[in-house]
């Protein structure tokens, strides 16, 4: 039984996370519009929150996550943002 954060996200709901997840840096948005081609028709409430946490961050702390250049610390060190990444990183 699926809980309301592993329902998939809605059109309303997933517009407003991709704007969202618009950077400054070329990069981070190469990398996160490779993201949504691939996964967006799967996208969870879950990963979206997971998401959010992400974008709080500065550009180039990010990309750091992105590239592998280091792992996640603090609040954004749980496991739903490590899947994440999983997903997001080349």
Avoid: Y
């Avoid at 809605?10 to 950077?23: E, H, N, P, Q, V």
């Avoid at 840096?25 to 959010?52: C, P, S, V, W, Y």
């Amino acid at each position: 039984m699926q809980t309301g954060l592993d329902q998939p996200l809605g059109d309303r709901a997933l517009s407003k996370l991709k704007w969202r997840c618009r950077r400054g840096l070329l990069e981070n948005d190469l990398l996160i519009e490779r993201f949504f081609e691939k996964h967006e028709a799967q996208l969870t409430a879950r990963q979206a929150q997971a998401m959010g946490v992400l974008m709080e961050m500065a550009d180039n702390d990010l990309l750091d996550l992105l590239l592998r250049r280091k792992e996640p610390e603090g609040e954004a060190d749980t496991s739903d943002i490590r899947e994440l990444l999983g997903l997001l990183r080349p």
